[in-house]
């Protein structure tokens, strides 16, 4: 970790970004060195690629791309404000919107240049799947925010007018072009598996692969109205890549810890058995992140998990929650009972205590607007103040290959009951949870999710409902969930009011199970008895139905929208447009 920090540290300071020279001293300026001056070492080969991983993978925040580690939200987890995604007031911006081809011009100029240097192809080789593995990595998040955008393959010069004024290319064209390049990557790259889990291989490679070809392959399929071919074919692709990755890596799912799901995003160090790729942090570099700071202040919107989605965790013998007679109404100690162990190991839940601690807490409604107070990611309380987090955060891990495969295989109709017990089985066998028996759930569709997802058809519709589930559940707050959405077509979701927990009125309740009450929902004037946590009715906390009861509601006043015509792409910046008249815009977007 510290090796590629450093690495990245001497990229920014030797200013690589245009290429490399081996004498130091001798260094031209930058916009004057020459292609034929670079590369002429391994060393700046392994320099200049080591510049990619902090420029273009996500970090611990949103960057103008909605990427982020932890901080997710749409209708996983829901905070006290709503992004424009959700509120219909999403406007052409005049620039930036995640228009940003910077960091890809560096990773062209070394796919272009890389070999000036004389070096034998089997040194720059596996350093041009790195650049290939970030050019698809870039293109892959580009076409699913855009659509059709322009294909770069060289580096273009400040005089070339034609090449900066090019047209957008077809989606098509765009992703066949990502294959090939991911393709080159997985054929070149290391196969030493990285113990370290910071630098790229061919089983991270393989991941990439994965993951972008189930993201096409289920668009193309759900998205009838774009008319995109070879749908089938890229699920195949994501089949093809995640068999092998599954049958040669050499990756497992951690059992590590008591709590092994918790353990594994808390523990300052990757799983390396289940991380394929991680970005790093560390105390002697000074670089930190900030999610314990996140989940325990009321600074960064009091995040929490909705209703519908922890209604969605099973039981803890494998049957659904949302069949329990009188699962609505059930109030917090008693709905949390016996439930998939995932859910005690995301949340507090009664009995929770933190890392290195014995003190019980219950759900603090001062840190979350749900009550459903996340603790995935969360270390001891050593690292609570503001950015002193420093655990990693997990970029690729071996368990969403395995549900990757599920799903492809699920929506091609070859799904079998060998492919569940080799992927859907490892991760619920993590917390002793029962596997899923496809033929039981393709004969009883689950319609609590049903009614959610409401493309999804066929012989297979109860068994895609329920890989659907394990996916929402084991990758919650892995910035998963837009992507899904989008890619399934399931975006009036979004438009459903978000709830927490529910209370039948105002008065004194126990959330952490100890007969002891916690907090106290009043009306009118405060209460002065001691040791409640204290939430003034139409204030602090919005329930349904009032003084009456129900669920907490959140942002109650702000109406949601979600139009269907537009709102699964974003719109090209009109700047960009304007100094480019051959960019068209997205269907809609005025």
């Not at 510049?51 to 273009?56: A, E, K, L, T």
Request: some cysteine; proline content about 5%.
């Amino acid at each position: 970790m510290k090796k590629k920090l450093l690495y990245t540290l001497l990229s920014v300071i030797l200013g690589i970004a245009a290429g490399c020279k081996k004498d130091f001293l001798d260094r031209q300026p930058l916009s004057q060195v020459a292609p034929s001056a670079a590369f002429r070492s391994e060393a700046e080969l392994r320099l200049y690629t080591q510049s990619f991983y902090d420029r273009m993978l996500p970090n611990a925040d949103n960057d103008d791309k909605g990427f982020s580690l932890y901080n997710e939200g749409i209708d996983n987890i829901i905070k006290n404000s709503l992004p424009v995604e959700l509120t219909g007031n999403r406007t052409i911006p005049v620039s930036g919107g995640g228009w940003n081809w910077s960091e890809l011009r560096n990773v062209i100029y070394f796919i272009q240049y890389h070999q000036r240097g004389g070096l034998d192809p089997s040194i720059t080789n596996k350093y041009l799947a790195v650049a290939k593995f970030f050019r698809a990595y870039f293109y892959y998040n580009m076409v699913a925010r855009f659509g059709d955008v322009p294909w770069y393959g060289e580096v273009i010069e400040p005089a070339d007018s034609a090449s900066l004024q090019k047209p957008r290319d077809p989606r098509t064209l765009v992703m066949d072009s990502v294959l090939a390049d991911i393709d080159f990557a997985i054929a070149n790259a290391s196969t030493t598996k990285d113990n370290g889990a910071d630098q790229i291989t061919k089983w991270t490679a393989l991941a990439l692969k994965s993951r972008i070809c189930l993201f096409e392959g289920t668009f193309r399929k759900y998205h009838t109205e774009l008319n995109l071919p070879n749908a089938n074919k890229f699920l195949e692709e994501c089949v093809k890549a995640s068999e092998e990755l599954i049958s040669k890596g050499g990756y497992t799912i951690s059992k590590t810890g008591d709590q092994p799901y918790r353990d594994l995003f808390a523990s300052y160090s990757a799983n390396s058995n289940e991380v394929l790729l991680a970005r790093q942090y560390s105390t002697a570099l000074q670089i930190f992140h900030n999610v314990n700071y996140y989940t325990i202040t009321p600074s960064y919107g009091k995040p929490g998990l909705e209703k519908k989605f922890v209604n969605s965790y099973l039981m803890k013998d494998g049957t659904r929650f949302t069949d329990k007679a009188g699962y609505a109404t059930m109030q917090f100690s008693e709905e949390t009972l016996n439930r998939d162990p995932r859910l005690a190991q995301t949340i507090r839940t009664p009995g929770y205590t933190r890392i290195g601690s014995t003190v019980k807490r219950f759900p603090d409604f001062g840190a979350t607007v749900t009550g459903y107070q996340i603790t995935k990611y969360v270390t001891g309380e050593v690292d609570d103040s503001f950015t002193k987090s420093y655990n990693p955060l997990i970029i690729f891990r071996y368990a969403e290959v395995l549900l990757n495969l599920a799903e492809a295989k699920a929506e091609l109709g070859t799904l079998q009951q060998s492919d569940i017990d080799k992927t859907i089985l490892l991760t619920r066998d993590r917390v002793g949870m029962p596997n899923l028996n496809m033929a039981a759930a393709n004969a009883n569709p689950d319609p609590y999710l049903a009614n959610q997802y409401k493309n999804v058809t066929g012989s297979n519709k109860g068994v895609i409902l329920e890989i659907r589930r394990e996916r929402r559940i084991e990758l919650v707050m892995e910035n998963f969930r837009w992507n899904d959405l989008m890619r399934w077509k399931e975006g009036k979701l979004l438009e459903d009011q978000f709830k927490g927990m529910y209370f039948p009125g105002p008065g004194k309740y126990d959330l952490d199970g100890d007969a002891k009450d916690d907090i106290w929902i009043y009306t009118g004037t405060k209460p002065t008895d001691p040791g409640y946590h204290y939430l003034k009715l139409g204030t602090d906390i919005d329930l349904e139905n009032g003084v009456n009861g129900g669920n907490v509601v959140i942002n109650k006043n702000i109406t949601k929208k979600f139009d269907e015509t537009k709102d699964y792409l974003y719109p090209i910046p009109s700047g960009e447009i304007l100094l480019n008249p051959k960019l068209t815009q997205n269907p809609y977007w005025k």
